[in-house]
T-cell receptor, first 113, second 112 residues
């Protein structure tokens, strides 16, 4: 099945600096890659997603890049703010057969004021 | 508010008992997913339904079962509960597969 690895597990960034979280996936057939943000005690919320026919997608301070050849994708947050502090999960969807979303293990991002 | 509802919010029960968690997807969403999240852990996929039929299975224990009803709401049944089953259980829904999954607020299960 699909395996998603996420790094780093924890990340501390000075407010205003950029944060980058990286994920790799194992199955080249995976075609959909969402990123979720989960604040303490709350539900995961989608912040951005990318499909395999696109290399990069941006939404204000958040961007995701996808390298299909290397089977990795990254989340970039620029001009970080205290409210960006949360756990971030990447995921990969493998189509056909046992279709499911496989999540990475999460990155706890702390923004230092 | 994602539009996905889950009941109950909290559930405290004893080992060996059986519980049922309920999920109502967003209006128009055909697919329902169940996840388990233990303390400070990631999201473990349990099972997925699409328009009433089981579509994908994760590492769901045999003591756990689920179904999606004709009105598209779903129930997750957990039986012979063990201490290790204590976790947050999330339901999510989406229009199609693959598509954005919208998560409900979760049910916090505590097994004593």
């Amino acid at each position: 099945g699909e395996n998603v690895e996420q790094h780093p597990s924890t990340l501390s960034v000075q407010e205003g600096d950029s944060a980058v979280i990286k994920c790799t996936y194992s199955d080249s057939a995976s075609n959909y890659f969402p990123w979720y943000k989960q604040e303490l005690g709350k539900r995961p919320q989608l912040i951005i997603d990318i499909r395999s026919n696109v290399g990069e997608k941006k939404d204000q301070r958040i961007a995701v890049t996808l390298n299909k050849t290397a089977k990795h994708f990254s989340l970039h947050i620029t001009e970080t703010q205290p409210e960006d502090s949360a756990v971030y999960f990447c995921a990969a969807h493998k189509p056909f057969g046992n279709e499911k979303l496989t999540f990475g293990t999460g990155t706890r991002l702390t923004i230092i004021p | 508010d994602s539009g996905v509802t889950q009941t109950p919010k909290h559930l405290i029960t004893a080992t060996g008992q059986r519980v049922t968690l309920r999920c109502s997807p967003r209006s128009g969403d055909l697919s329902v997913y169940w996840y388990q999240q233990s303390l400070d852990q990631g999201l473990q996929f349990l099972i997925q339904y699409y328009n009433g039929e089981e579509r994908a299975k994760g590492n769901i224990l045999e003591r756990f079962s689920a179904q999606q009803f004709p009105d598209l709401h779903s129930e997750l049944n957990l039986s012979s509960l063990e201490l290790g089953d204590s976790a947050l259980y999330f339901c999510a829904s989406s229009v199609d597969i693959p598509d954005t999954q919208y998560f409900g607020p979760g049910t916090r299960l505590t097994v004593l």
